[in-house]
């Protein structure tokens, strides 16, 4: 079947007026004097020009931007027989958006239509790329997201075998001291004075790495969320008090002068008194880490509106300003090469910013720069007047007292710590008894006749009955064989949960290993008080 | 068919002068000044493209393709290796490039950069031999180099040459090298050197 030629003339005129109407760009047509001679209603609306009024204008003079962009050009150049390619990046639009309408991002192409081989006009095609701009730039954000991704966790990967480094640096050195001394000790028999300087290093080794290791879990636990504040209102001047105690010795030993001044009338805050020990020890023991013999470490304290500011300053060896920023994250130390002067974790001032703000507090480090000391600010919010109904703590009593004539039950499965308590308590005049388990504790407290047992210390987890049922056996035993003894937990189960745990079941106190023979026998001095009172 | 001295010669001098029109054109779009280095010219079978092209590297290529037709026609082209069409694309504009196959506006830039350069070679063949020439739309590709010359090859006589233009771009401190390759017939290849010589006579001629 032929085409008639009316036919081919229909379709092309009805194309030509698809075109016209539907199209998804804009397409317009030039003479070769680039007078305008077909306009299509994409062009109308986003040039704002219908086609009855760009038809027969000069194009040049219509849209004068396009001589001012070089554009004529282009158009020369088309009426030359090239084809011109305008792409969005090099030339943003082609032709003017309606006024007062934001510029649409446009790409274009300017070809020459020849008839009978030679150049009649041009032809021009403009596309809005909107759509490609912004999925372009989107896949450039993603782009930038994944390598700022891919920076952040190298970053940390980095932080994390840097602190591995560090901690199995810092969890050997004080272990080799200890064991060190040990096996010194046990290869003969050595004078007195020896011994004791022995005793004294491994004890102050084996100080350090239980700092160590509550430090880290304490970080665990505020990472978890497992850390709870037992809030009271204290005394800020009495704990900065026990904290320079504590610190005291090391000050001393480095002939760091370590001062205090305080502001009168402080008012008290409401805080977790370990905790806030915590934090000033921490930062004491930081600021005395790092100043060298014959420097200052000044602690403060003054009222500040509703907050009491807590400063402790130091002439010691300041922050550089770069890492001032960084100085409370975890893991961070200024020097972490293995080569670093100071040793530690690098979480006590982690753990410093972590405290304070769960006490809804703030702190902040200050230093004028390297050699210049520094100064860490804790503000503190203070008691609300209507919530200061409990006076303050005031600090434990430093005297030891003593356990004569006590009768107490050690439970405890593990040989060494027993002896540890064995010792620590016949040490200050206790009569003790140690069993091994809950059965033979249960046992020793029916025989024991006469002699009744003032206090039972028992371990919490051990084999078969843990602590917590040897408690509840005890309890359902007669007065007269010990049932209403008062007893207390000395574990390891050492958080805040634990020691709840363990005051809600019933034991008098809960103290946590390794403790304090001081902290222990104080205990045991007063359960056996308040029972006979 | 190689070319001879004077002939190589005297196709450098025009191209350059060619190219010498695309950077100014270049220089006007990007208000930045960009040179073209004086081309270097080589001429192979169609066949042995893929080799004299090996330089520009096994991935993928940037093909700007574009057909001209007239008395002389035949297929011209702009080859950049991925690194050299995004370091182009970002010295031209100030974007920067992602790949080239999510970037359409790498692409755009570069089919336009190429339409410029391949007009400009092509043009100044078109005034010598002083025949009329039309060109298609340009369009370009990202495939390997063995695909783009496969598809030459399959498009047309085998017995065709290419002259292949090696096209150093300077601009902001940095060199770009691109490879334009134009594909003609032994006859219009033959008409091209024809008119090469009677240029190089005409223009002794006016010295």
Redesign the interface.
């Known amino acids: 079947m032929t085409e008639r030629p009316d036919d081919i003339a229909t379709v092309e005129s009805a194309m030509l007026e698809w075109a016209q109407n539907h199209g998804d760009r804009g397409v317009f047509t030039t003479d070769t004097s680039l007078r305008i001679k077909s306009w299509n209603s994409w062009l109308g609306i986003a040039t704002g020009l219908s086609p009855a009024k760009a038809i027969g204008q000069p194009l040049l003079e219509l849209f004068p931007s396009l001589a001012e962009r ?1 554009l004529d ?1 282009a158009y020369k ?1 088309a009426l030359a ?10 030339h943003r639009y082609v032709l003017p958006s309606a006024t007062g309408e934001e510029q649409m991002p446009q ?1 274009g ?1 300017i ?2 239509l ?1 008839g009978k ?2 150049v009649v006009g041009t032809l021009t095609i403009v596309e809005d ?1 909107s759509e ?2 912004a999925t ?1 730039r989107e ?2 954000a993603r ?1 930038a997201a994944a390598e700022r991704a891919r920076l952040t966790a190298e970053t940390a990967s980095r932080v994390k075998d840097e602190f591995l480094a560090t901690l199995s640096h810092e969890i050997r050195t004080p272990l080799n001291a200890v064991l060190g001394w040990t096996q010194i000790l046990q290869s003969r028999d050595f004078d007195k004075e020896t011994v004791r300087r022995a005793i004294e290093v491994i004890d102050r080794n084996a100080s350090a790495q239980l700092t160590l290791i509550s430090d880290m879990l304490d970080m665990a636990r505020i990472a978890t969320g497992k850390i709870r504040l037992e809030v009271v209102d204290l005394d800020v001047a009495t704990i900065v008090g026990s904290a320079m105690d504590a610190v005291q010795p090391a000050a001393t030993a480095k002939d760091v002068v370590l001062t205090a001044e305080f502001a009168p009338n402080l008012p008290t805050v409401r805080a977790d008194r370990d905790r806030l020990l915590q934090v000033v020890w921490n930062l004491l023991s930081n600021a005395v880490k790092f100043t060298d013999p014959g420097g200052r470490v000044i602690v403060g304290a003054a009222a500040s509106g509703n907050a009491v500011c807590l400063t402790v300053s130091d002439t010691g060896h300041g922050i550089p300003a770069q890492f001032l920023p960084q100085v409370f994250e975890r893991f961070k130390q200024a020097d972490a090469s293995s080569a670093r002067r100071h040793g530690g974790l690098g979480l006590g001032l982690a753990l410093v910013r972590e405290l304070v703000e769960m006490h809804g507090g703030t702190v902040k480090a200050e230093s004028p720069g390297v050699g210049q000391g520094s100064t860490f600010t804790v503000m503190l919010p203070v008691t609300r007047a209507d919530a200061a109904a409990a006076p303050p703590l005031a600090a434990a009593s430093a005297s030891m007292p003593t356990l004569g004539g006590i009768r107490v039950l050690v439970v405890e499965d593990e040989p060494d710590a027993r002896e540890i308590l064995v010792q620590s308590l016949t040490d200050v005049g206790a009569a003790v008894t140690a069993v091994t388990c809950a059965r033979e504790a249960l046992a020793a407290l029916r025989d024991d006749g006469n002699t009744h047992t003032d206090v039972v210390i028992t371990d919490i987890g051990m084999p078969d009955y843990d602590g917590y049922s040897l408690l509840k056996e005890l309890r359902k035993l007669p007065e007269a064989q010990g049932g209403r003894v008062p007893a207390i937990a000395v574990t390891a189960y050492a958080t805040v949960e634990d020691r709840r745990r363990a005051l809600e079941a019933g034991f008098v106190a809960h103290i946590a290993k390794p403790f304090a023979p001081k902290r222990l026998i104080a205990t045991i001095a007063r359960a056996v008080a308040a029972r006979s009172a | 068919m190689t070319l001879t001295e004077s002939q190589r010669d005297a196709l450098v001098e025009l191209l350059n002068i060619g190219f010498g029109r695309a950077g100014a ?1 270049l220089s ?3 208000g930045q000044r960009i040179l073209l280095e004086v081309p270097v010219v080589d001429i192979h079978p169609v066949a042995q493209l893929d080799a004299s092209l090996r330089k520009v590297g096994a991935g993928n290529v940037a093909s700007v393709h ?1 057909v001209f037709s007239g008395p002389v026609g035949g297929d011209a082209l702009l080859i950049l290796d991925p690194q050299a069409a995004s370091t182009l ?1 970002e010295l ?2 100030d ?2 490039a ?1 790949p080239l196959e ?5 692409r ?2 570069l ?2 950069v190429g ?1 410029i350069l391949l ?1 400009a070679c092509i ?1 100044t063949f078109g005034n010598l031999l002083r025949v ?7 369009d370009i590709d990202v495939a390997t180099l063995r695909t783009v010359v496969a598809k030459l090859v399959a498009s047309g006589d085998a017995m065709r040459y290419a002259l292949v233009v090696t096209a150093g771009f300077k601009l902001r401190d940095a060199s770009v090298t691109g490879y334009v390759v134009i594909v003609l017939t032994v006859q219009s290849l033959t008409r091209l050197l024809i008119a090469v010589e009677e240029w190089v006579v005409r223009e002794e001629r006016l010295s």
């Not at chain 1, 027989?81 to 305008?86: M, R, W």
């Not at chain 2, 999510?102 to 790498?106: E, G």
């Not at chain 2, 009329?132 to 340009?138: E, L, W």
């Open positions: 070089g050009q150049e027989g090239q084809v011109k390619i305008l792409s969005h990046s090099l790409r192409q070809s020459p020849t081989g030679r790329v490609r701009m372009e896949l450039r782009i | 054109s006007k779009l990007t574009q694309k031209l504009t974007e920067p992602l999510l970037d359409a506006s790498s755009e830039v089919t336009e339409n007009n043009g009329p020439m039309s060109f298609a739309v340009p």
